[in-house]
Every structure is written in C-alpha cells, then in structure tokens.
C-alpha cells in the first residue's frame, strides 16, 4: 500500500532541547493516518502534525472504543536506525482490537507505516545513548452516535516524539505498594489488551501510591487478593533461588513484548523460568528469608526497572539492600545493546531502517 507524504513547510527540530527531554511532551514534524471504510483500511497519509477534527458524539469518546501500542526508534551506533520488534507490537495490536472489536491491520501496513514515519522525521531520533524516538500507534472508533454498539469507521494514527529514559532517576531501584482495595482486571476483562479504560482505571491508586512515597502499584488479583500480577507500567519479575518466576498470562495481565524478550534471554542463558502464580506472602516470606535475589519490571518505556522495596498491609521488605541487581543490569544492557547496533542480535529482534 502506497502512502501519501506531505511533508511539513517548516520543522520544529531547531527548536528542540535534546540535551532536556521530557518522556512524552515534545511531537515531531509528522504524523501517519489511515480511514477505516466499507471494510478496509484506506487513504493512508503522513501530514505535518497537528490538531484533528472530532464531533462531541464520536462514539470513542462515549463508550472508549481504542487502543493504542508503544514501540521506539533508536540511533545505532553507525549512525543508522533501527525498530525493536515491530513484528511483536503488530501482533499485541491485533489482539487488543480483537477484544474491543476494532478491525486489524496487517503486519505490512503497520511496520511500512512505521517505518516511513520514523524515515521522514530522521532527525528527530535522539544521537544520545539512552534517548530513543517513542512511536505511538493508535485507532480509535469515529461514527458519531449515542447507544452502545460497534461502530463501522475507524482512524489509524501513528504519532512520535523524541524522549529521554523514561525514569529520571535512571536504574536507581523504584519502590513499590500493593494495590489495597483496588484491582485492576479479571480474567475475562480487558486486562490483557492495551486499552484506555485500563489506565483510566489506574490513575487513582497511582496516586494514592505517590501520595504515601511510592513509585507505582503492585497489582493483585481481582479474586483472592493474594497473587501478584503486574506494575502499574510493566511486567514484573522475580529471580527467586536462581529461578525466574513471573507471572502466566492467563487473561488479566499485557503481554509485553519486553517481558517476552527477558524470557527468551533468561532462557538462552540457562536460567530456569518459571511462569507460574506467585504470591504477595510468598514474595514477602522469601524476602525475608534471603530466597528473594532481585526484582524489576519490564516494559517498552523503561526497559527493565529494578525493584528495591515493596510494601504490603504496612510491613516493608527490601531487595538486594535496595541497589540493582546483577541480573537486572546484565538484562537491560543486553537488551539495549541489541537496540543500539552495539550487540549482536541473534534472535532477530532488531528492525534497521
């Protein structure tokens, strides 16, 4: 499918502080849209960035019919570009829309689409190691009526900006709070997909969890209120006796493509991974016991992001005297390694432009 560019009369770059980035806050020149009508996608364009026009009866913006992914560009060290698993994003996209009933777009679209704007706006991909342009993917439902039901039209948007690291304090291990009265899905719910209602849904006990000095929730499951699922942001993961244990997808948690990646390293390394249910008493008990070596999350924005504290029903344990693991750092540079051109990829992950 051919896309249409129209390229921007001025770029905004000049004025930019790539020296200052705020994680989501600045847009670059252009941005990538494709109508969804009688049955196909259609009309895929990139144009300056800019406002677009919505009816206050949009269906979206009444009952939430959306979803979005998150992937980055990043500058090699040659000087080129390249994607992170573009193939992984399409994939999870797909299967977000399935269960809100948005029409999919196939591998081909997705990744040219992509890969097109990331070529066009070149020089908005940071030169800093650690900085990286931030690729949005979205579609949203666009009739225009009150009354739940699906509608038949649709916008594909792809919009990026350049960003820093996404925690500005860096590697240095985020403390954690279990989510209390609060949950976040169930089996069977949306929780799996990359959906807004999600994060709406999010917001207040992440700020309760600011509010008492914490970095994010450590979400329980909606049922017993006992095994852990994930971050408000990330996949989370336990090195436990020498085992990696994290979390089964079963429904209720995001199957990050970052948390797929440490699987598959862990694995190729020799470590034991173990998908299975693990309990908030258990993660207490072994903390306490010393079994407990590392914890961290996972995700597109952070990467990897170490755990140093965790706090349950007002007892407080701290991991690994509350620095950064030796697992956690092998991992992240790795895995950036491999982003940057600067390791070798032997599973195929990086996409050069």
Known sequence: MDIEIVKASQSRLGNIDFENLEFGRTFSDHMFM?????GKWAEPKIVPYGSIEVF??????????????????????????SLFRPEGYQARFNRSGFRLCIPPVDRELFVNAVTRLCEVDSGWVPQKRGASLYIRPF?????????VHISDTYLFMIITCPVAAYYKEGLNPVSLITSGEYVRTVKGGTGEAKTLGNYAASLLPAEEA???????????????????????TMNIMFLVDGELVTPPLEGSILAGITRDSVIQL??????KVNQRQISIDEVMAKAKSGGLQEVFGTGTAAVI?????????GKLVTINGGRIGAFSQKLYDEITGIQYGERPDPFGWRYDL
């Open 210 to 232: 600011h509010k008492k000095g914490f970095t994010q929730v450590l979400w329980l499951d909606a049922l017993e209120r006992k095994y852990i699922e994930e971050v408000g």
């Open 34 to 38: 494709s109508t969804y009508k009688n």
């Open 139 to 147: 579609i949203f439902a666009t009739d225009n009526f009150l009354g």
């Open 305 to 313: 992001s170490p755990v140093g504290s965790i706090s349950h029903e």
């Open 266 to 271: 862990a694995r190729h390394w020799g470590v």
């Open 56 to 81: 206050p009866s949009m269906c979206t913006l009444h009952y939430g019919q959306a979803i979005f992914e998150g992937l980055k560009a990043f500058r090699r060290s040659d000087g080129g570009i």
